[in-house]
Structure formats: structure tokens, C-alpha cells
């Protein structure tokens, strides 16, 4: 059975048969905004592009290598510093499924939107936390969207085998105003790989005032 995370928790990546979860999915599954038309009748969904990325950082909490979708336009991300998006980490230990555009337009179909595979076994021995994060590229806050949720899972992303945890961030009061997620994040002790459940919120513009927030205020 999965563990349910809570904001917060912090878990050790060890499977019911004692080996350690070394291989796995991340995978975030959202819906678009449904809108109702008159008297009950019709209505229609307003897509929503929520962005899936992540950043690794060393031990001095200093950035050293990314996930963020290529559609970044390269001369608005040199504006902060950061270099253009990638879907793959420079050992090929962590892999983005693509972005999504527009989040499930006909109800939750369990299936998730965007995924980063992982393979901790390649990660860098420079690599001391790896920060997963969402950003919301519409208008939309995260009050809004009827639902997003965060699970680690045995498989592909086309396969879920089992999973391990999952967490929900499903639209709440607190989250108005909110258009950037802080997931969670892998982090290194004592030799072993963690997973911690953050679930901190903000009204960020936009990935890189994210990235900026993740390596002033958590990664250190």
C-alpha cells in the first residue's frame, strides 16, 4: 500500500521486501478548470499548463544541473542567468516525459501529466538534493485547479508497476494567490537517498524566481 505523504513528512526510500527504491517515476497528474454553462447545462474546460521541473544542487546548496522544459523561450531565462531548458540531467540519471500543455480536460483519469523518471544509482556524487517544483504558466492560481497531485512509482511512464508514495496538493483556500508549488525533494544522508514532502506555496512569476527562492531559502 502506498504511503500518503502530509506536508512535511520525510521518509526513507526502502520497498516492503527491505531492498531500497533506487529506480522510479515522479509524476504529477492535474486537471484543467471545468466551467460550468447555464442552468447546469454544457459548460466547457479552460486548459491548464502547470510545469513540472526539478534542480539539483551540491552540499554547499550551490545549483548544479536542471529539468525544465525547452519551450523556455533562452532569451527570457538569461534575463535571471539560467541556461535554456533540458529534459535530461547531464549523467542521464533523471529524465523528462515532455510538457503538457493543458492538464486532464474530461475529469481525472489517474494518469500523470508530466513525469521525471530517476535513477539514483547515475546521480553525480556532486548532487546532494534534487528539488522537485511546479509552476503555473496560465493566469490561474492554485486555488483554482480542481486538483494536482505528486507520486513516486515503480515503472515507466507509460507503466505504473506500484507506487510507493503519493501526495495530494488539491486545490485549497490557502493556495490563492499561489502560482508556484515547492513538491518536495530527494536529499542524501548518511550515504542513503530520503524523500521529503514539502508543499510550500508561492505567488512566484515564474521558474526562475522559483529556482531563485529553492537556492536561497531551502537548499543551503
Known sequence: MAI??????RINLEKKNGSRLSEFCVGCNWGAIRRSGFFGFGGSSHDVDLDLS????????NLVDHIYSPLYRVDFLAKYGMPPGKTDSKEFALHHSGDDLKGDLNGNDELDNEIITVNLNKVSSEVDQIFFFLNNVGREDFS????????????TPSRVKEVFASYDVAAEPQYAGKTALLLGKLYRRNGEWKFSAIGDAFPDKNLCETIARIVNNYAK
Open 4 to 9: 500518503i505523504l502530509e506536508k512535511g513528512q
Open 54 to 61: 526539478c534542480v539539483m544542487t551540491d552540499k554547499q546548496g
Open 144 to 155: 483554482q485547479i480542481p486538483y494536482a497531485s505528486i507520486r513516486m512509482y515503480e515503472g
